[in-house]
């Protein structure tokens, strides 16, 4: 029996850990969270508004049994370690498993790492520290906000409209794309020209006409201009300066996932998920570690322990001159800076030398982050730039060109910031080029450009909503509720997505709003800071939110059910759409006098014999939605089965064979293909 139990969050998490301690130390999953607010109670809220908003916790359906079998493992542990995450909704969980495992405060320790590698987790078990109540409070009222807001306004919404549901940072975050959509719609396009003087070597903008600038309008302005102009273009000024491209800061969430979104094409929620991974622990052959630092966070930071050997590493691999300086940002507000930035736990695990081990989206996403962080240690790259002005009868036309006299950062970056030299002849000053090529060309202004996912996760950082750890999910919800589409890999509002909005907007205008919410997570952290009280905070809400909610029950108008053209065989009213719990549904508009509902039409794909009875096996779906696989003679016949039959028989017992992840097994035995 250990005399140590160490309980974190991840199975993957806690195998890793597992090889860091002794045989004294026994190390087990929570699975996440393992309790929520209940469902139960006034308005179903699982909070006591009464009683200054006591919460009512409850455990998460399907954790019955992990929370029995910790506590068995706590019983039979002298000292429990609570090893959840770093962050806010961490230090809720761990303040969630001691109540719920009823550990007493001499049986416990709360401990924390960054990162998961032998040193620093034997570091943490040697310093650990207590349970942050004022973190636990923080998230706590974030929970119960989550949950009025967001159960209050979908039952609202639900009734009115039928939109699915509404929160307090998603429908913030729908408003903009919303909004962008309404810029764009109401855009008028102004035309404009470009007159371009084409040089065998380079090519020329006019911008100024003597010392003005000059904007052409129309194709008329154009012309003028044209007919103005001479062959010849006189040197009037050349300017060469040396610029610093400056080299990057280390990755936060919200930058790693705009630069995955935007490099390798990946989504918010497989980036955040492929970070995981390799944050919890891969296996390298001779050791199973954590390869980068804890995702979640919106610090730029790095570590004494990571800088001076990486600053060494630098100067070996590449000379001293590439040796940089530590990138410090100005403090924004909302940034908790509780821990670093996102970086390899160790300078000498280079992506190349562990690739074998990395699946191909890990390897990506690793390679990104080394270099990002290795680039943020290095100097500056330098470039040449170099302008020229001429004048062709007081028209003036400018030309740039630009060379990479030193690298910098991106000896290591470049293959994710491209830099092309544009190089200039060498020319004097007052000297003549001659050319008759020149070109108008009409444009026109362009509207505002819809927001990819990265544009809005950097959006929605600026305005200070949301936190590193729920840009992800804000965006799966809008997808998933049919708010919004992807047209060209960018977010276009819905019609119930834009319905949606407006009926927010109509009646909580003043808290549907980039400011309030952004004052709220203000508040969220003045809590964590021990700065404001729980209850103060949550009852200024409600008084204001309550009343709102009540009138927009009574004066919301609501939405009349969509009518199919056809009518009623039982009573002649008209059939109008109605939704359900499982999707959409044609019946009698003068329900509940007539509850006649419309037989779907099923068309169903044959999949194979029924190996009970002349019918044939064909693709259903049960009451939830699952997809399953059953006889057509149903009720008569009850032969159904969970994966797709392929219509031959085990070999070994003679029952159907199924397939399932492009594997062919029995339905019954143990036999696989």
């Known amino acids: 029996m250990a005399k140590n139990l160490v309980i974190v969050e991840s199975p993957s998490k806690s195998k890793t850990i597992e090889k860091y301690l002794g045989k004294d130390y026994k190390v087990v999953s929570s699975k996440g969270h393992i309790r929520d607010l209940a469902t139960s109670g006034p308005l179903g809220l699982g909070v006591d508004i009464e009683h200054d908003f006591k919460p009512n ?42 109540d719920t495992l009823g550990i007493k405060d001499k049986n416990y320790k709360r401990v924390l790492f960054n990162e998961i590698t ?11 520290t207590v349970i942050d109540d004022n973190l636990v409070r923080s998230q706590e009222t974030r929970r119960i906000l989550d949950r009025i807001i967001g159960f209050r306004l979908s ?92 080299s990057k800061i280390p990755f936060i969430t919200s930058t790693l996932q705009q630069e995955a979104s935007t490099k390798l094409g990946f989504p918010a929620r497989k980036t955040m998920s492929i970070a995981q991974k390799l944050y919890e622990g891969i296996d390298l052959g001779n050791e199973t570690v954590g390869l980068i630092t804890y995702m979640r966070t919106d610090s730029i930071r790095l570590s004494d322990d990571f800088v001076k050997p990486a600053m060494k590493y630098i100067e070996e691999q590449y000379g001293k001159k590439y040796v940089g300086y530590i990138k410090k940002a100005k403090k924004k507000d909302n ?21 074998q081990y990395l699946s191909n989206d890990e390897f990506k996403l690793y390679s990104l982050i080394y270099k990002r962080t290795l680039a943020s240690l290095m100097s500056d790259a330098t470039v040449n730039q170099t302008t020229i002005i001429f004048d062709n009868n007081d028209y003036k036309f400018k030309t740039t060109g630009s060379i990479l006299i030193f690298d910098g950062y991106l000896k290591v970056y470049a293959d994710y910031e491209k830099s092309e030299d544009k190089i200039l002849p060498e020319i004097g000053d007052n000297e003549v080029a001659t050319t008759n090529n020149v070109e108008s060309t009409q444009h026109f202004t362009q509207p505002p450009a819809r927001y990819s996912e990265a544009k809005l996760i950097k959006e929605l950082e600026e ?4 936190r590193p750890s729920t840009y992800a999910t804000i965006i799966d919800t809008i997808k998933s509720r049919d708010y ?17 909005t407006d009926k927010l907007q109509e009646f909580f205008s003043d808290l549907i709003n980039t400011e309030y919410t952004s004052s709220m997570e203000t508040e969220l952290d003045e809590i964590a800071d021990g700065k404001l009280k729980e209850v103060e905070v949550l009852n200024s809400f409600w008084k204001l939110f309550e009343p709102r909610v009540k009138d927009a029950f009574t004066d919301m108008e609501k939405k009349a059910p969509e009518q199919t053209g056809e009518t009623c065989p039982n009573c002649g009213n008209p059939l109008v759409v109605r939704k359900g719990k499982y999707g959409e549904f044609v019946a009698c508009s003068n329900y509940p006098e007539c509850k006649y509902v419309k037989k779907e039409e099923v068309h169903e794909e044959e999949i194979c014999d029924c190996p009970n009875c002349s019918g044939k096996i064909v693709e259903k779906k049960s009451r939830k939605g699952k ?16 994966d797709k039959p392929i219509g031959e028989a085990c070999p070994d017992c003679g029952k159907m064979l199924v397939e399932k992840n492009n594997t062919v097994k029995c339905s019954e035995c143990e036999y696989t293909k």
Not at 463 to 466: F, K, P, R, V
Not at 627 to 642: D, L, V
Request: glycine share 4%; proline share 4%.
């Open 463 to 466: 305005l200070g909503i949301g």
């Open 627 to 642: 997809i399953f696989y059953g006889c057509n003679k149903y009720p008569k016949c009850k032969t159904a089965y969970w």
């Open 57 to 98: 916790y409850i455990p998460i359906k399907g954790k019955t049994n992990v929370i029995k079998s910790l506590k068995k493992d706590v019983k039979d542990s002298e000292m429990v370690y609570l090893a959840s995450d770093p962050d806010r909704e961490g230090e809720a969980i761990a303040w969630h498993l001691k």
């Open 155 to 246: 039952k609202l919404l639900q009734s009115k409209i039928g939109a699915k549901s509404a929160g307090r940072v998603q429908s913030v975050a729908l408003k903009l794309i919303v909004d962008r959509e309404r810029e764009i719609e109401a855009f008028i396009p102004e035309e404009y020209w470009k007159i371009v003087a084409i040089f065998p070597e380079y090519e020329a903008e006019l911008f100024k006409y003597k010392k003005d600038d000059i904007e052409l309008h129309s194709e008329d302005e154009a012309n003028y201009v044209l007919d103005h102009l001479g062959e010849e273009y006189t040197v009037e000024s050349i300017e060469k300066k040396e610029k610093a491209r400056k």
């Open 118 to 128: 032998r040193d620093k987790v034997l570091n943490a078990i040697e310093n650990p």
């Open 484 to 500: 919004v589409t992807l047209e060209d890999k960018k977010f276009k509002p819905t019609s119930m997505g834009i319905e949606t």
């Open 335 to 355: 940034v908790q800076d509780a821990h670093e930035a996102i970086r390899p736990t160790s300078v000498l695990r280079e992506p190349l030398k562990i690739k």
